[in-house]
């Protein structure tokens, strides 16, 4: 058995990652692209890497440092949870993957194990990446004994499973509620984004302190914060009891509930698995379809429907491009509900809100947009889309049209929050509205040049496409991109926000204009998307 975990995990890992076909690609296109690839995630773990430890020594510093590893477990089981929340059922419960892989002479154990191993490794090299940075800074400065480093070193190894197994669960759950209803996907969808809405806005409680707290003494502020900690996720607490101080009861607490939980989880699972992965896959069949009266419609009309169709049949899909703008509407709804001033006391920043907050609204979208992933998600049935008679415009807008369909809603209650609230001046007000609609339209463009550049019709599974792409990756590095210049530029340049704002949403509608230009009057498809 733990032979067949190893090759099945492996194998697992080999597809998720694309070392299969960067060693046996004869595209020398293609191992160039691998290789930039590999360039930017490492300048992105070093960007973590680098805040991580900003972050440690900061709490060192005011007097924090016993707190390094419970902030940090918090940050790393937060985020493994919430990403797993939205991959489980398309990873863990992959009903088409099962077949083929049970129809092989291994146990339905094995195959479980090797799907959470998968899953496990990756979040494991998150709590690498998280911890140890710093776990280097409290080290250096505080000088703590050999057991910080041991503890530490034992708590990166198992710190994953509790939330994974709780993702799991949790994701298992909504897929089983949704199956059960008439529109699986949309009720999946529902579920899921109300679920990560709950999370970030508990995520956001953190900090909700309030001036009078901020000024208080430091211990009030220190108990403060360790009272919050503890109660979104107790096992913090005791990572950091253990680490700091030695004891190796902590520890032993909590690798017995993390250790346990999965263990239980396992066992029952691996039991039902099967039939779990039949019922969370089951689809209601209905033979009532009767022919009506047909309609004809514009190309580019049709072309919108068929992404449409395509986009809300897929609740991974779904849920992660969404993200940003769910993002988008709380950041909107925070800032008028807070108040304008107590933001920029917060901050520590006098006119900060004023002078950002257009670009933040508009480069979250950018960071996730559905149209990096649209391509791709053609899938083994592009052949099909590059029989239509439609030109390489028509097809680029119907994916551009999805994108600003969708964000709009969330686009309207933004500005529409803002406005009402915050009450700026013309200037402001028209500020606030045009740089976020030139980043969403910005966006949703790029979106497509660079899955142009980097498409995946070759998938077996959605999350491969719409998390581990190298589109949705350079997306985010994009959107990160975009948002700092300005940013920077507005606290460079005191006195000019307007002209900056201008500037952005200026530069941002010529690129995507520019984008457009190259394609235009080009057959479907120009390019070999192979």
């Not at 509930?257 to 969370?280: A, D, H, K, T």
């Not at 480069?363 to 083994?380: F, R």
Request: proline residues 4%; hydrophobic residues 55%.
């Amino acid at each position: 058995m733990t032979r067949q975990i190893r090759l099945l995990t492996k194998l697992s890992l080999y597809g998720m990652f694309g070392f299969n076909e960067f060693r046996h690609t004869r595209d020398g296109k293609k191992k160039l692209r691998f290789c930039l690839m590999g360039v930017l995630w490492a300048l992105l773990i070093l960007m973590l890497a680098g805040y991580v430890g900003l972050t440690s020594y900061g709490l060192v510093v005011i007097g924090m440092g016993y707190f390094v590893p419970a902030v940090l477990g918090t940050l790393v089981s937060l985020v493994t949870f919430f990403f797993t929340v939205m991959k489980a059922g398309p990873v863990l419960f992959d009903q088409r993957a099962y077949e083929k892989q049970v129809a092989l002479p291994v146990e339905a154990k094995s195959i479980i194990v090797s799907r959470f191993l998968s899953m496990y490794l990756t979040d494991m090299l998150l709590g690498l990446v998280v911890m140890l940075p710093g776990m280097a800074v409290y080290g250096a400065i505080e000088r703590p004994g050999a057991a910080f480093y041991v503890y530490g070193c034992i708590v990166i190894l198992f710190l994953p499973l509790l939330p994974l197994t709780a993702a799991s669960v949790v994701g298992a759950v909504i897929a089983g509620i949704a199956g059960r209803w008439r529109r699986k996907n949309l009720a999946s969808i529902l579920l899921t984004m109300i679920f990560v809405c709950a999370i970030l806005v508990g995520s956001m409680s953190l900090n909700g302190m309030d001036e009078s707290q901020l000024g208080a003494m430091m211990e009030e502020f220190a108990l403060q914060m360790e009272r919050q900690i503890g109660r979104l996720y107790p096992p913090a607490i005791w990572i950091s009891r253990a680490m700091v101080s030695g004891k190796a009861a902590w520890l032993l607490l909590f690798l017995g509930v993390s250790l346990g939980c999965f263990l239980i989880f396992l066992e029952i699972l691996g039991r039902f698995y099967g039939r779990v992965c039949q019922m969370l896959s089951a689809r209601e069949a209905r033979g009532n379809y009767r022919m009506e009266r047909l309609q004809a419609k514009s190309v580019m009309r049709s072309l919108v429907e068929r992404e449409w169709r395509r986009y809300f049949a897929s609740s991974v899909y779904v849920v992660n491009t969404l993200t940003g703008e769910l993002m988008m509407v709380l950041l909107a709804l925070g800032v008028a509900l807070a108040g304008r001033d107590t933001v920029d006391k917060l901050l520590g920043l006098p006119g900060a809100v004023d002078r950002t907050l257009p670009v933040l609204l508009g480069a979250m979208p950018v960071m996730m947009p559905l149209t990096a992933c649209s391509l791709s998600m053609e899938g083994k049935s592009w052949w099909m889309t590059q029989t239509l008679p439609v030109t390489r415009r028509e097809l680029v807008w119907s994916k551009v049209n999805l994108q600003l369909i969708v964000a709009l809603p969330f686009y309207l209650v933004s500005e529409a929050a803002l406005l009402i609230a915050l009450r700026p001046g013309l200037p402001e007000a028209v500020c606030l509205l045009a740089v976020p609609a030139a980043y969403i339209l910005f966006g949703a463009r790029v979106g497509i040049a660079v899955n142009e550049k980097f498409p995946v019709f070759d998938w077996d599974s959605e999350a491969k496409v719409v998390k581990q792409g190298a589109s949705a990756f350079l997306m985010l590095v994009i959107g990160l991109a975009v948002a700092a210049v300005p940013i920077i530029a507005l606290f460079v340049l005191e006195g000019m926000t307007v002209a900056v704002h201008g500037a952005t949403a200026g530069v941002l509608l010529l690129l995507t204009w520019l984008m457009d230009v190259r394609g235009r009057g080009k057959p479907c498809p120009p390019y070999r998307l192979d």
